[in-house]
Structures are given as C-alpha cells and as structure tokens.
C-alpha cells in the first residue's frame, strides 16, 4: 500500500487587531496504485513488442513464440510454422540484425529474447533494404552458450523431424553447428484429374485417378557458422552448409481414361530423385566513423539433382532423365552516409550470376546450356525526424540470360517508396509504394520440349520478357493498452504481361503445348483487420483475422473471383502448463504463374503443453474430424485446353503430433547474437 502526504500550506494573515491561526497539516490516504509497464509501443520507424514471461517459457521455438505474442501485424499459422505479414506478404526474419530463414529460427531459445520489432521497409542498412522484417532481439554470451535438442513426430501421416543446435562464444568469437534430418512416409500421394482438350485433330476429353500412391522422402541438413560480433560497429559471418534431399520412393498407380484416340487402360509412374547442394554465405558490417558505414554479403552455392520420370499406360511409355548441374554466386554490397541524425543517403550495388547445365535422356533427348548474369545499382535517402520516417530509392538492372547459344538481354528500372507516421506510441499509418520487374527464372526459360503425357508436352521460352509490377500499401497500428491490440490495412498487387503457361494445339503429332508466354495481365488487392485481445493478466489471449481478397486476370484465362477467409487463435497459460487452439477457413486465390484458380480445405488444431526447467513438450490435435486426403482443387479454363485436378496429400488429413525441445545453457548472457541458418530447400531448374 502506497500513502501520500500532502501538505496544507497555511498563509499566515496579518491583520492589525487580530492574531494568525495555528499552523495545521492535513494527512490524506488514498488507494493503491499500480503501474503496468506497456508491453508494445509504436514509432515512426518500428513497433516493439515485449513477449511474457509465459510467452518465452512455453514457446519451443521463434516460430511459437511469435504465435503466443499474437502481433496484430503478423499472421503465423502455427499448423504450417509459417510466417507472414497480416496482408500475406512475405516476412524477413532477422536476429540481432542478422539475416535468417524460417529454420534459423528454430534453434533460437525463446528465452534469450528480450523483445520482438516488427518494420516495413526500415532504414537501417544493417536489414538489407528487406521490406518487411521481424526482428529478434536476444541475450547471448561472452562465453559458453547452450545446446538444444528438439524432436518432432506427425503420427496418423507418418512424418518427422530431429534437430541438434548448439551455440558456443569464446573470447571475441562466436560459433554455431546445426545438424537436423526428416522423413515424410506419404501413401496417399496423387490426384483425379478431368482434363479437355480442344486440338485440331478434335476434342478429347481426357480423365484420370490415383488408386495407390506412395512417396519416400528423407532430408539432411548441416552446417557450421563462425561470428565475429562483440562489437556492434563491426560483424564478420561466415557459414557453409550442406544439404541433401532425397526421395527413392515415389510412385502411383491408377486408371486412364479417353472419349477417342486411345484405349481406356492402367497406368503406373516412377519418380525418384535427388538433391545435394553446397553453400556459402558470407555476411559484413562496420560502421566507419563520421557517418559512414558500409555492409556486404556474398552468397555462392553448387547443387548435383538428379530425376527420373517414367510413366507406363497400355502400350504409351514417356521416360525423362534429368541430370542437372547448377551453380551461382551473387553479392551485393551497401554505402551509407549520415548528413544528420535526421538525414541518410545510401547507395547499393548488386551482381552475380549462374550457370544450369542439364541433360535430357529417354522419350526426350535433349540438352540445355543456361548462364545468366545480372547486375543493379540504386541511390536513395532515409529520413527519422520525430514523428515521420521514409525512404525513397531508384534504381536500374541489368539482366543478360544465355541459352542454348542465344544470348537475351533486358534492362528496366525500378522504385520503392515508403512513408510512416507515429502521433504517438500508441498510433502509427504506413504508407509504402513500389514498382518492380519480375524476372523469369531457368525452367521457364528452358527451350526444351519435353513430353509430359499422351497429349501434352511442356516448353518454357527463351524469348520471355520481365514483368512489370506495381504494389502498393496502407496499413493502420493502433495499440491502446496491453489489452487490446489492432492493425488494419489496404493492398493492391499488379503485375502487367505477366509469365504464365499458355496452351495451344501446337505440340509435337499435333498434341497441345504447355508454354510459358507474356499473356495479360493479374490484379490483385486485399482489405483486412487483425485484432488482439489479452484477459487474466495476459493468461488468455485472442487473435481474429477477417480478410477479403479480390482477384481479376486478363489473358488467355480471365478470372474474377472474390473470396473472404478468416483465422482465429487463442492462447491460455496455468501455470507450467499452456493450451492453443487454431482455426482457419477455407481459403483460394488465383495463381499468377500458372493461372488456375486453387481452392484448399479448412485448418484447425488444439493443442496442450508443459514447460520447466528446459523442457518443452507440447501435444496437438490437428484437423481431427478430416479423414480425407485432399489437398486442393485447380481449375483451369482456357480456349485449347480445361483442367479440373484434385491434389492429393497428407497437409490436411487428421494427425496427432508430438513435439519434444530440451535446451540447456551454460556460460553468461550479454549482448546480443544471431542464429544459424537451416534452409533445407535446393533449387532446380528441370522441368517437370
């Protein structure tokens, strides 16, 4: 109980005649009062969230923390372990200002983090002109470090995952080593597919089902880091990382059938493959006095994959081998000068380049010699005065893609424009703007003709153009109390001659072509809200988010399609012990590469937990009541040729999935350090 004293001042009046009063206090109590310290507040440059106590100890990972804290500008799926910006845009995630993936942040120990920043298109040279970015605050250590162990298993679907990440500081350097592997037994692979096709020949209409269907995919993920970090004027990163992914089963059976042309019969495919790439990524920052400051990064990577497809129906046989040879090296490297505290200049220049060399054998004897290189600089400034922050840049590329002995070149410019305004903590309005190019990447460019079924082939074009883009954003931060959270926001998405593949009746024997071509023109905009509610001194906390998208294309596949989806997640903390539950509507879009209109099921999960003293284990009840294997539904509606295909897999069918984390630490926590890059993807350019 607090009391204050206030004292009466008495006046001593003077009068002739008279005598002054006796000198009086007067004691006042007055009730408790209890300060709560905000546990978010926003400015012109960032929104800082401070996680709880409960949010930390519960969380596994970077992924549940940042699905515990419920940030109204986030849309975490927990599901998924994806995540993404309210309006679906693609997050950059950063520790301690280091660039990270999704699976760096699965070695993180959520209870080295202090706080979370959330920024668009933030100033500091350090994000790498990023244009959205959650960042990652941390503890680490001037010497010692911990070590955390992590296992997953998905009963029901047969999947899982083991993970060991250890991280050790000694004297002025800081090292991390990562060693993680899973496996994905699916036996309920593949589609129904009601196919139309319109050639000169006549219309056949072709239909066909997966009755088995098994895949076999095992990974394998290491790597080794080495920091020089304790000085915040000065980093130095360098990681090499080896990955494999490997799927020697891969296999379905099933019916075909034809209106003409050809039999109805049986058919059965083969499609094992593998993938290995090396890389190395080497990152640089030091601020050099005066207000200069400069940073780099370097990035080089070679990959061997190797598929084979071979598909069996009546007496049709179409066999494809692919060898694929791949490397790349890309840098890039950023000069900043400070006129003011309130004024920056900044100037970036990017380059590098590859080559794919892959060999075709069986149906399809072919070879493909693909080099690309490219090359970009931008100027721009950075404004931070008080209340209002931006940047605007410019730019121009250069992009030069040999194949095959034909040499394209393309050049374009390019602008981003970004304006952020804070009255005060509690409110800010982000305004951004870009106009872009999109570049084809090596499988649409590839100019082999490949045979895909009885009656398609695939090609991609050595002639496609860049495609223009053109996006733009408001968005509204409004963070009234510890209890109540909201983000509201605008986005318009254009993309003019866009790459997509186009059909026609102009393949081999007068069978149809799939080809990637500039053909119209794919609009996109969203309108939603996210709001957060916190109950019971934080226990019990709540996220919805209501969106409606808005879709219309042009082109060889017009499309207008409006659909509304909505999420839910709520959290409850007791004690050591925690629960969530998630739900998510059936979503769709329209796809802008391939221009079909994707339809998926409904997501949801329950969830229950313990945490203490390092461990972490928490059991979830995912999608219970769905026994289908459904993926989604494509449809496809052009002038040559209609598709309607169910997908078929394990990312909606009911599981049980257990998760098990213990971290221990040894040493002392200072300062601040980042986490080790896990990518277990590798590229490739073979077409499939």
Known sequence: MKYYILPLIILPFLAQGQTAEPDTITVKKLGEITVVADAQHTNATKTVYIPTGNQ??????????????DIPQLSVNPITETVKTADNQGVSLFINFHPATNEDVSGLNPGDVKRVEYLDFPTDPRFQRAQHVVNFITHTYSYGGYTKLSGKEHFMIRSGEASVYSKFAYRRMEYDVMVSGDYDYNSHIGSVSDETYRLESGTIRRTSGTETGKEHQRGLYSAFRASWNKNENFTFRNLVSYRRINAP????????NFSSLYPSETYHTESPSTNNAVGWNSELYAALGRGWSING?????????????????????????????????RGSIQVNKSLSDKFTLFSNILSGGGRTNIDYTGSSDAVNRFRQTFAGITVGMSLNYQKVSGSIDGGYAFESNYINGKTMDDRYPFTHINLQYAPNPRNSISLWFQYASFSPDATMKNPNIIQQSELMYISGNPDLMCSRNTS??????WLPSNKWQLSTYATMFLISNRQIAVYTPDGPGGMMLKKYQNDGDYNHGQIGTSLTGKFLDGRLSFSISPRLLLYKTTGSNSISHYPF???????????????????GTGSSYVDGENAYLRKMPMSYSAGAGWASRGWNIQLSLVNLFQSSWKLSKDTLTTRWYDSNVTQFGSDFHRRISLAVTYTFNYGKKVNQSGELSNEKNISTSILH
């Open 56 to 69: 930390k100890s519960t969380a596994s990972d970077g992924v549940s923390l940042l699905s515990r804290m």
């Open 249 to 256: 089963i891969n296999h379905t059976s099933g019916y075909v």
């Open 297 to 329: 990064n370097f990035q080089t990577e070679f990959a061997k994959n190797n598929t084979s497809s071979n598909y069996y129906a009546w007496t049709e046989s179409i066999e494809n081998i692919a060898d694929e040879d791949s490397w790349f090296l």
């Open 472 to 477: 733009a954003n408001i968005s509204y931060t």
């Open 565 to 583: 989806t909505t999420s839910l997640n709520v959290n409850y903390y007791l004690g050591k012990f925690f629960f969530n539950a998630y739900y």
